[in-house]
C-alpha cells in the first residue's frame, strides 16, 4: 500500500529525497513518517509528521538535516536528506499510522510499511 522510490548510492556530503505514494483515500488520516534500518540492528525511527503537518519530529541524528514534507495533491510524502553520512546508509522505510495519530504511537507501531529502499553513502 506503501509505495517508496528515490534510494541509491551518493558521496557523503550530497542529498537525496525519497518519495512514499500513499493510496489517496488514506493520505489525510494517516500519521506518516519514516524509519530505516541496517542489518543486524533494529528499525529505527527518523521522521514523522502528523496528519494535517501541524507537528513533526525527527530523531536526534538527522535533525536539522533531514526534512518530511507532505504533498496532498499526490498523496506523497516525502524525506530531504541533506549532509549525508556514511552512517546514513541503511534501508529506509515509509510507515503510515491511523487512529492514535500521535508521535509516540507512530514511533511504537505503524500499521503500514513501505517494502523499503536502499540508501548507501560513501565516505
Known amino acids: 500500500q506503501l509505495a517508496e522510490s528515490g534510494g541509491g548510492l551518493v558521496q557523503a556530503g550530497a542529498s537525496l529525497r525519497l518519495s512514499c505514494t500513499v493510496p489517496?483515500?488514506?493520505?489525510?488520516?494517516?500519521?506518516l513518517g519514516w524509519f530505516r534500518q541496517v542489518p543486524g540492528k533494529e528499525r529505527e525511527f527518523v521522521a514523522y509528521?502528523?496528519?494535517?503537518?501541524?507537528?513533526?519530529d525527527y530523531a536526534g541524528p538527522v535533525k536539522d538535516r533531514f526534512i518530511i514534507s507532505r504533498d496532498n495533491d499526490k498523496s506523497t510524502v516525502y524525506l530531504q536528506m541533506n549532509s549525508l553520512k556514511p552512517e546514513d546508509t541503511a534501508v529506509y522505510y515509509c510507515?503510515?499510522?491511523?487512529?492514535?495519530?500521535?508521535?509516540?504511537?507512530?514511533?511504537?507501531?505503524?500499521?503500514?510499511w513501505g517494502q523499503g529502499t536502499q540508501v548507501t553513502v560513501s565516505s
Open positions: 509528521s502528523h496528519n494535517d503537518e501541524s507537528y513533526v
Open positions: 510507515a503510515a499510522k491511523f487512529g492514535d495519530l500521535g508521535v509516540g504511537p507512530f514511533r511504537r507501531g505503524p500499521d503500514w
Open positions: 489517496r483515500v488514506s493520505f489525510r488520516s494517516a500519521a
